[in-house]
């Protein structure tokens, strides 16, 4: 996805940089971007789905047939599909709790961000004048000073939210795993999404600064990106590696105490042992919320503001090339193996990207409107005017986003076609599986008929006939006759066997 996007960018940064980068060219760079954006969208959903119908888990199952997770509570009552016992919570009351307790709560956490953010902004901005009207020293180390405290604030902030949403969450009292984490993902979700863009927002549509936009969002930007990487990779590694060679002196001291009293164990053992001892010290991998977290984050800096800072896809490709080692070296060494899930797609975070990609065609038009080129380009236009044709494109791209959902399609062709042809297959399997057991009863009924009227016969022939050999043969050969037709209905021909057999 970022490699275009990184050669379009990279030749539109060394044209602002010559200041030969027109109007032209920077807004055709903004609609390739979201439409480059929603075309991989489309392609990954495929994707998917082929990976999806490969590992069997196309057709998503009823929820009522799940089963719901541990931390479910409820009285006791049955499932209306399968019948089974399990606990009954009211939708109506879990309605009422995330109306009247959630939302307010999670909308006061965010007004309260966002009250954070603007003090801090106020400060920094008022402090910045007065160091340009009186250059102290003391000024100068004093501007500084907002920057860190927002952060020491906004952190404790973030860790006391995600306290609060996992905290109501967990009084929703979801039903499924899958429900659970969508409502925390998007409480999550938003708390990030603010803390991270309201103060590009700022800069851009408040202040109108592109210069100060363009620099705090690379800063922004490097800057996450490098420090992610400590409490992500490097700290947990230290970590870990400090346990195992904690564990490992350990285990040779016990070794050495054995080995002291005369005992003898076989070393292959020990070995295993200690490996075993080893890998239950480690840490349990938490789940897939900070990397999609961080993708989610980069992706907003690449192409909400991609027509103020194009080059942010190479620094974004750059560090996607070394999160992918790095990632399969945190699973692979730093962390417990993880338990596999099936899903068949990324759950909500596809429509959080989705989301996105429909906001960034407002910010970049919007970015491409408040830059001074376009007041200079339509001199002659009214700000009226300017809007409208702002809307008007505005729409066109959305309906062209649109428009390539609707032409894409969301399940490749052969994938459709093999699911076809499963679906016919399973239908002729329950027809022939009809048809077999009509006949098998029919027959059932024809061999009760049979042996009433062979009870009948033999009744009327028994004072006639002292030696029954006549009656016994045809008995015998009508009966073989009939057991023949019996083992013949029960034995299905060859091509139906895989589908019976799946049933």
């Not at 990324?346 to 906001?359: D, K, N, R, S, V």
């Amino acid at each position: 996805m970022l490699v275009p996007a990184t050669i379009l960018g990279f030749s539109m940064f060394f044209l602002q940089w010559f200041s030969a980068g027109s109007l032209q060219s920077t807004a055709a760079f903004a609609i390739f971007n979201v439409l480059w954006a929603t075309f991989f969208f489309e392609r990954w959903k495929r994707y998917c789905n082929r990976l999806s119908y490969k590992w069997g888990v196309l057709n998503k199952t009823n929820q009522e047939l799940e089963l719901p997770r541990a931390q479910f509570k409820g009285s006791m009552g049955k499932n209306p599909v399968t019948g089974q016992p399990e606990p009954v919570y009211s939708v109506v009351q879990r309605n009422i709790w995330i109306g009247l307790v959630s939302a307010p709560v999670v909308t006061l956490c965010l007004f309260l961000t966002l009250y954070i953010l603007g003090t801090y902004l106020h400060t920094q901005l008022r402090l910045s004048e007065e160091y340009l009207k009186n250059p102290t020293i003391m000024l100068f180390f004093g501007k500084f000073a907002p920057s860190a405290v927002y952060t020491i604030c906004i952190n404790i902030f973030r860790s006391v939210y995600k306290y609060i949403a996992t905290w109501l969450t967990d009084k929703e009292n979801h039903r499924l795993q899958t429900s659970y984490e969508f409502h925390l993902i998007w409480k999550l979700l938003l708390f990030n999404f603010i803390n991270s863009f309201s103060s590009l927002f700022y800069i851009a549509f408040w202040l109108q600064d592109l210069d100060l936009l363009r620099s705090h969002l690379a800063a922004q930007l490097i800057t996450n990106q490098i420090l992610d990487q400590f409490p992500e990779t490097l700290m947990p590694y230290a970590k870990v590696q400090y346990e195992k060679w904690r564990l490992k002196r350990e285990l040779r001291n016990e070794q050495k105490k054995r080995t002291a009293r005369g005992e003898n164990v076989d070393p292959n053992f020990e070995a295993l042992r200690d490996q075993a001892t080893i890998e239950s010290e480690l840490p349990e991998y938490l789940g897939t919320f900070d990397d999609y977290l961080e993708l989610f984050l980069q992706f907003g800096y690449c192409f909400l503001f991609s027509s103020a800072f194009p080059i942010a896809a190479l620094f974004a490709l750059i560090n996607n090339v070394i999160e992918i080692r790095g990632d399969g070296f945190k699973l692979c060494n730093i962390m417990q193996r993880p338990f596999a899930r099936p899903a068949n797609s990324i759950g909500p975070w596809q429509l959080a990207f989705e989301l996105m990609g429909f906001a960034a065609v407002t910010t970049n038009l919007a970015l491409i409107y408040v830059s001074p080129p376009v007041h200079e380009y339509f001199s002659h236009a009214s700000d009226g005017q300017l809007i409208m044709a702002f809307v008007v494109i505005e729409h066109l791209l959305i309906f062209a986003k649109l428009g390539m959902t609707v032409i894409i399609p969301t399940v490749p062709r052969d994938v459709a076609i093999a699911m076809a042809k499963t679906e016919y297959d399973m239908k002729l399997a329950v027809k022939e599986r009809v048809r077999l057991s009509r006949k098998a009863s029919l027959l059932f009924y024809d061999v009760f008929c049979f042996s009433s009227a062979h009870r009948n016969l033999e009744r009327r022939l028994r004072p006639k006939f002292k030696q029954r050999d006549g009656l016994a043969v045809l008995y015998g050969v009508i009966q073989d006759r009939v057991l023949h037709q019996a083992h013949e209905v029960s034995r299905p021909p060859h091509r139906m066997m895989s589908p019976l057999s799946a049933l």
